[in-house]
């Protein structure tokens, strides 16, 4: 009951602050997706109106496969071979968009267009462990990493990308200066492949890169927001006295 009683009060200090959400800002975020993606996100909003901004950001994420799967693929007397397997993707975009407050809260929504670049790694390898007769290993010879060895399979393909985001978000004011925003993102995203650099072993098959892609995702974030063209209390009241 008593948590109940501080709302009111709670929406009257946010509601005092909504006009610093009237100014443009420049944000930092982070956001994750399946716990394995992580994004970094830059953004500049510039509002058009009372209702409408203008928002401009860089986006910078990498998903990984750390260190790697491995499979039993052969056993002799003396020796055990595994079949390492490994990939990650890293992409960086630039977006733009719109996004409208909705009515007199901190909530809005809004809309963004991304184009971006993309790189998918794959690697597969061999790893043996000898054994002496009481069954230790006294040999773990040097992982045959791609280039290192015939018995490696590596490959690396290159992506142009475009994604239509859909967002809901929630700037919450903490001061004059301050947003603190927590967010969720749908996006459409949307693969080209530009190119394929290759190392391929024939005893380490390996996938081929596809030529076109499209997938959807839903990821949430939070971060800090600073108002931009605020002038201080202090400076506000000498100016008042001249």
């Known amino acids: 009951m008593k948590n109940l009683l501080l709302i009111p009060f709670v929406i009257l200090f946010c509601s005092d602050h909504l006009k610093s959400q009237e100014n443009a800002d420049i944000g930092l975020s982070v956001s994750t997706f399946n716990n394995n993606l992580h994004i970094l996100n830059l953004e500049y909003r510039n509002p058009l109106n009372e209702k409408w901004k203008i928002n401009f950001g860089l986006t910078s994420g ?12 052969a056993v002799t007397d003396s020796v055990i071979t595994y079949r390492h397997y490994s990939d990650n993707f890293y992409a960086v975009s630039l977006r733009t968009g719109l996004e409208r407050k909705i009515k007199t809260s901190f909530f809005s929504y809004g809309i963004n267009l991304a184009l971006g670049y993309g790189n998918y790694k794959q690697s597969k390898f061999n790893y043996e462990e000898v054994y002496d007769t009481l069954f230790s290993p006294y040999i773990f010879p040097v992982e045959t990493r791609p280039g290192n060895s015939d018995l490696a399979a590596y490959q690396s393909t290159n992506y142009l990308q475009t994604a239509l985001q859909f967002s809901l978000r929630a700037n919450i004011p903490l001061n004059e200066r301050l947003l603190f925003s927590v967010f969720g993102i749908y996006s459409g995203d949307f693969s080209f492949k530009t190119n394929t650099v290759k190392l391929i072993d024939p005893l380490l098959d390996m996938p081929q890169a596809p030529d076109f892609g499209f997938a959807t995702s839903f990821n949430i974030g939070f971060g800090l927001r600073y108002v931009l063209g605020l002038k201080s209390k202090n400076n506000y009241q000498n100016n008042s006295t001249h």
Request: net charge negative.
């Open 62 to 73: 990498v998903i990984s496969n750390f260190p790697f799967t491995s499979e039993l693929w």
